[in-house]
Every structure is written in structure tokens, then in C-alpha cells.
């Protein structure tokens, strides 16, 4: 049976209606990739399995990502995580690889492949390169030690993020860097949203680790309340979500940071609280196709004191 989303159940969250698509690919030029290795059964083997792994490439849109950068942002909910690449774009504002999400023993091998991926199929010859690789913990569904993601699923995600099916319809849940994880006493893995206006597009796609079964609610709704269907034995809870926010609306590094801070008040709205030892970052960007300015002075016909009351800064 095909999965449905959930607003096909009739839950409509919030009141802005979503892009074609309902996901960060409905921001124009964003592409999304999965490669992924699903393979054996039985007890845990290190270095044989079972693998469930994979990587998910997001890219900004479809020229070089070294030499057409986009400004970006990093906020940081609870810092316990391994990503790569993330210090320098807080440092610098900008965005100068695709971002990749894999499993957490496997972040710098996808880290390695990325920086080969630049050189040999974007022609980057620069000294040097700042590979963004985002993480969650799978370990508990994978043989995380063996790490069996390799240059070919990082080569493949990439391709297929940069090839006309990666901008549309994004595959969601149990694929690329989600395979192993769980979320909320779930399978958790990829998930994905947009909300357009009429000045501009917001795209957002989530890695999710995270959250109890019994705090999970939908719409504001306490669900997980109600279902008291117990947890299989030696489940472990997920800490961690990786999110990553595009948008098409010219923002600033600063002001897309006030963006990335919100995305974790969404990530509370379905009942994940955080703790010591969750991982939660957001990473964000532009494309910068809609003016700002022409945004304010739109919105200003309907905001008390006009267009010039109004600030992004």
C-alpha cells in the first residue's frame, strides 16, 4: 500500500497552503537525491551488517555551487553532533557545496567523497573547499561501525539531485540518510515541506532521530497520549534532527539566521523537547530570486503604518 501525507488525511497544519510539490524543491532550482543500501538480516555483524544507510544530497540550484555560492546560516539548538562544514558557514554567511545527510559514522566518509565529487564533476580547483555533511545517529538499525556508505551512494545522490527528477517529487521516510533512523517510537528517516505566498517560497526537508512516542502531537494534538500500543523491547529513542531551510526570498546571513532559529519551534510543535545529548541543527539558505524589498512594499498596503513600519534586519 503507497504511503499518503498527512495533509491527504485532512490535517491541514498552520494556514498557508503549500507549493506543488509540498517540499523544499518547490523552491525554484533546489534538487534533492537519495542513494540508498538496504541489506541483510539477523544479528548485528560489524563491518557485515545488517545495513540500512544511506545519504540524501540537497543542492541550492542547478549551476556550481562553488562559483555561483548562496548566502547561508546555521543555528544551533543543542550541539551535540559531528556535521561538518558547519563553523565556517556560520563564519562566512555563505554556502559553497551541496549539503549531505548521511548516518553518524558515516559523515566523514560522505564528507571525503563530496570534496572528490566538487573537483572531478563541478571542476572546482580551488585550494581548498568546505564540504557541508549533516548527521544522525542510526546505530540502532545499522551496523554503523562497518560504515558502508561510500563514494558511489554520495556520487549517486549528487547525481540524481542535480538530474530534472530531483526537482520535483522528493521520496520521503525510509531513503538515503533517514534509513536508519527512528523518531517519536517510529520509523523516522526524511520528510519534507514547503508554504508559498505571493512574494515567496519556503522550502524546509528534515533528517528526524528524535522524540518519545507519548509527547508526539500532530496539529497540537497530544496523539501520542493515546497510543498505548507498547514500544518493542531494546528500542532506543532518537535525540537528533537535522533541518535544512531553503527559500527564494533575498535574505541576508543574519537574517536567514533568524529564520534557521525558528525551525526548531516546529520541531517542539510535534512534541520533541531536546536534552543533553540531542543534536539539533538547522542549516539555511537562499536562492535569491524575490526581492525583499519588493515583498515589504506589497505587504505594507496591509500592515497598520504602511511599508515603512516593516523590517527584515
Request: net charge neutral; glycine share 16%.
Amino acid at each position: 500500500m503507497d504511503r499518503i501525507r498527512v495533509r491527504e488525511f485532512g490535517v491541514k497544519v498552520g494556514r498557508m497552503e503549500p507549493g506543488r510539490f509540498n517540499a523544499i524543491t518547490d523552491v525554484e532550482g533546489v534538487g534533492v537525491g537519495h542513494s540508498t543500501i538496504i541489506r541483510g538480516e539477523g544479528p548485528l555483524r560489524v563491518g557485515e551488517g545488517p545495513v540500512r544507510a544511506g545519504v540524501t544530497a540537497i543542492v541550492p540550484h542547478q549551476g556550481n555551487p562553488y562559483y555561483e555560492k548562496v548566502v547561508a546560516a546555521v543555528d544551533v539548538y543543542n550541539a551535540y553532533g559531528k556535521s561538518v562544514g558547519l563553523p565556517q558557514v556560520m563564519h562566512m554567511g555563505v554556502l559553497e557545496t551541496p549539503i549531505l545527510l548521511t548516518d553518524t559514522l558515516n559523515t566523514w566518509v560522505v564528507a571525503d567523497a563530496l570534496i572528490d565529487y566538487m573537483r572531478e564533476r563541478y571542476g572546482v580547483e580551488a585550494m581548498s573547499i568546505n564540504p557541508v555533511v549533516g548527521e544522525t545517529n542510526g546505530g540502532f538499525l545499522n551496523d554503523s561501525w562497518g560504515r558502508h556508505v561510500r563514494r558511489p551512494q554520495v556520487f549517486e545522490a549528487l547525481d540524481r539531485a542535480r538530474s530534472p527528477e530531483g526537482r520535483g517529487l522528493v521520496e520521503e521516510g525510509n531513503v538515503g540518510g533517514g534509513t536508519p533512523m527512528s523518531g517519536f517510537g517510529f520509523k523516522g528517516g526524511i520528510g519534507t515541506a514547503s508554504r508559498e505566498t505571493e512574494y515567496f517560497t519556503l522550502g524546509v526537508l528534515v533528517q528526524l532521530n528524535c522524540g518519545r512516542r507519548e509527547d508526539l502531537r500532530i496539529d497540537g494534538v497530544p496523539v501520542g497520549r493515546e497510543l498505548s500500543e507498547p514500544r518493542p523491547r531494546g528500542v532506543k529513542e532518537g535525540n537528533s534532527i537535522m533541518i535544512v531551510v531553503a527559500t527564494d526570498l533575498s535574505l541576508t546571513s543574519r537574517q536567514l539566521w533568524k529564520v534557521a532559529k525558528r525551525a526548531i519551534l516546529g520541531v517542539a510543535r510535534v512534541g520533541h523537547y531536546g536534552g543533553v545529548g540531542s543534536g539539533d541543527f538547522t542549516i539555511a539558505f537562499t536562492t535569491g530570486k524575490r526581492s525583499v524589498e519588493e515583498m515589504v512594499e506589497g505587504l505594507g498596503s496591509n500592515y497598520p503604518g504602511g511599508s515603512r513600519r516593516l523590517s527584515l534586519n
